[in-house]
DNA sequence: AAGCTGGCCAACCGCGAACGG
DNA sequence: CCCGTTCGCGGTTGGCCAGCT
C-alpha cells in the first residue's frame, strides 16, 4: 500500500527535475493531456514515476502557477484560512489561485509559522502561546468601561454625527496578521459579532478601551465576522462595499452584550443604537469562512 | 578562504480514500 | 464485497544557497 507499483521498478529517476524532462512532460500534458498518471511516464519517454510526473506537473509546470514571492493579502489569507481549516493544504490553495499546496506548506513552516510565534501566537491554535489565564478577570475591562457613547467623542448635535461614518479598526500592530484590516459591515442598526480571544495578551494598553482617532473608533477586540456570521445571514440586505458603518441616529452606543461576563468572552458585545426598534444585523465578511468549513 | 549554520523549497514518502475489475 | 491499483494529500527530507564566523 502506498507506494506505486511503479516506484519499485527498477531504472526511474529521482531527484531534481532536468529542463529536458521537464519539455518531455509539459509537451506531453500539452498534448494530450495526463490522463492516468500512471501511464504518462511512459508516454512522455520519462525515466520516472506517474507519481512524481504528477507532482512535477502540479507544483511547476501547471501554466496558471503564479510565480514569485506571497504578497501581504495572500499571506494574510493563508492564516485566515489556516485558522478556519487548519493544515489542510490542498483546501487552503485551491483558494488561492495560481498557488500549490506544496507552496503554501512550505511558505507556513518556514515563515508564517515563524512571524506568529514571534508575536506570541500558537500557530495551531491561533491562540497566544501564554494563553488567557495571564488576563485576568481583573485586568479586562468591565462592562460599564465597555460603553462607549457616541456623544462622547462626536457633538449629537453635529449635523456630521448623523450620518457619519464609522468603522472598527484593528491596531496597527495587527495589520499583517489578519486579513481584514476593518470590519465590513453595513448596518445601520446594530450587529452581534464574537470577539476574538487570541489576541488579548497582546493588546497594547493605548487600546485597552476604545479610542476615537478621528472619524475612527478604535478598539482592541479583533472582531471575527466570519465566526460568527447568523447561519441566515443570506437574508441580509446587500453590503455597500465599504469599511464604514452608517449611523442613521444622532446618538450610538457600543457596549458588552448583556449574556456575557466581561468584554473579552467568547460571547460576544454588540453595536447598538440606543431607541432603535430593530434588532437585524448585517454583516459581510471579507471571506466567509463558515462557508469555506 | 574555508567551514558552519540556518532558511528555503523541490521532491519524496507514507498513508487513506477512491476507483475499478 | 473483495482486492489490487491509482490518486491525492500532508508530513518529512535533503540539497542548495546565502550569511556569518
Redesign the pocket.
Known amino acids: 500500500?502506498?507506494?506505486?507499483?511503479?516506484?519499485y521498478k527498477q531504472k526511474l529517476?529521482?531527484?531534481?527535475?532536468s529542463p529536458e524532462e521537464d519539455e518531455k512532460l509539459l509537451t506531453h500534458i500539452t498534448n494530450h493531456g495526463h490522463?492516468?498518471?500512471?501511464s504518462v511516464p511512459k508516454l512522455a519517454g520519462l525515466q520516472?514515476c506517474?507519481?512524481?510526473c504528477?507532482?512535477?506537473w502540479i507544483?511547476?509546470l501547471r501554466p496558471d502557477l503564479k510565480r514569485g514571492?506571497f504578497s501581504p493579502e495572500e499571506e494574510n489569507l493563508i492564516v485566515e484560512l489556516h485558522a478556519a481549516l487548519g493544515?489542510?493544504?490542498?483546501?487552503i490553495a485551491s483558494r488561492l489561485p495560481g498557488r500549490t499546496?506544496?507552496?503554501i506548506?512550505?511558505?507556513w513552516?518556514?515563515?508564517i509559522k515563524?512571524k506568529l510565534k514571534q508575536r506570541g501566537i500558537d500557530p495551531n491554535t491561533h491562540k497566544p502561546i501564554s494563553e488567557l489565564e495571564s488576563f485576568s478577570d481583573k485586568d479586562k475591562p468591565t462592562t460599564s468601561n465597555n460603553k462607549i457613547s457616541g456623544n462622547d467623542h462626536k457633538s449629537p448635535s453635529s449635523s456630521s454625527a448623523t450620518n457619519q461614518d464609522f468603522f472598527i479598526e484593528r491596531p496597527s500592530e495587527f495589520s499583517d496578521y489578519f486579513g481584514f484590516q476593518k470590519l465590513n459591515f453595513n448596518s445601520n442598526l446594530g450587529l452581534s459579532v464574537t470577539t476574538d480571544t487570541s489576541l488579548c495578551s497582546m493588546i497594547p494598553p493605548q487600546f485597552s478601551s476604545g479610542n476615537m482617532v478621528g472619524s475612527v473608533f478604535q478598539t482592541p477586540v479583533c472582531v471575527k465576522p466570519s465566526i460568527s456570521l447568523p447561519p441566515d445571514n443570506n437574508s441580509s440586505s446587500p453590503v455597500s462595499g465599504g469599511d464604514h458603518v452608517k449611523l442613521a441616529a444622532p446618538n450610538w452606543e457600543f457596549q458588552t452584550n448583556n449574556n456575557t461576563s466581561n468584554f473579552f468572552d467568547n460571547g460576544g458585545f454588540s453595536w447598538s443604537i440606543p431607541n432603535s426598534s430593530t434588532s437585524s444585523a448585517q454583516v459581510k465578511p471579507n471571506h466567509n469562512l463558515e462557508e469555506i468549513k
Open positions: 500500500m502506498g507506494r506505486h507499483s511503479c516506484c529517476r529521482k531527484g531534481l527535475w490522463g492516468c498518471w500512471s520516472r506517474g507519481k512524481s504528477r507532482l512535477r507544483n511547476y514571492a493544515n489542510r493544504w490542498s483546501q499546496d506544496n507552496e506548506k512550505n511558505l513552516n518556514s515563515s515563524k
